[in-house]
């Protein structure tokens, strides 16, 4: 499927009447783009192309992509559990160091950085799921070197959902 593209200058063009922004960094020959939502944000993606028009094809696949994506309310990309755990940390902490904070944090804090982001730091949140709790269950059983207690993985899961509920 041919994209009609407008050359703008040697390193900036557009696409669909300009919704859709192509450019290249000084540093690369391939095309970026970006392009705004409903949500006025800027969303940035690499098309790894060097071509115009193949690039000009996979940013406005991703645009539509995007835009049914932000209509049905689905995240359009997602972080990964690393980057996210660690502002949950710092949520903790800054509460913590308020005197606003519940003692249970410590806890979660400890939880996050010794189980948490080791098993979990890698995966996008959107790709964890039934499978990958199975095998964070097994790998926290041999990383403790025990079947831990009920209390033990409450408060492994109410750790987990913090970082869920600041990603969401």
């Avoid at 050359?7 to 300009?18: M, P, Q």
């Avoid at 990964?80 to 806890?107: T, W």
């Avoid at 964890?128 to 059983?141: H, M, N």
Wanted: hydrophobic share 40%; glycine share 6%; net charge positive.
């Amino acid at each position: 499927m041919k994209v009609d593209v407008v050359l703008k200058s040697e390193n900036l063009a557009h696409a669909r009447g300009g919704e859709v922004v192509l450019y290249k960094r000084g540093d690369s020959k391939k095309w970026q783009a970006r392009f705004k939502l409903k949500d006025l944000k800027w969303h940035r993606l690499a098309t790894k192309q060097q071509n115009l028009q193949y690039a000009a094809q996979t940013a406005c696949e991703a645009y539509d992509r995007a835009r049914f994506l932000f209509d049905e309310k689905i995240p359009i990309s997602s972080k990964r559990f690393d980057v996210v755990a660690r502002l949950a940390i710092d949520e903790m902490e800054a509460q913590i160091a308020s005197g606003h904070g519940k003692p249970v944090y410590n806890d979660y804090i400890t939880v996050t950085k010794k189980y948490l982001i080791p098993f979990f730091g890698n995966y996008h949140l959107n790709t964890i799921g039934y499978e990958e709790l199975k095998k964070f269950g097994t790998w926290r059983v041999k990383t403790m070197g025990r079947t831990p207690v009920l209390s033990t993985v409450t408060t492994h899961n109410s750790a987990m959902n913090r970082v869920f509920d600041l990603a969401v």
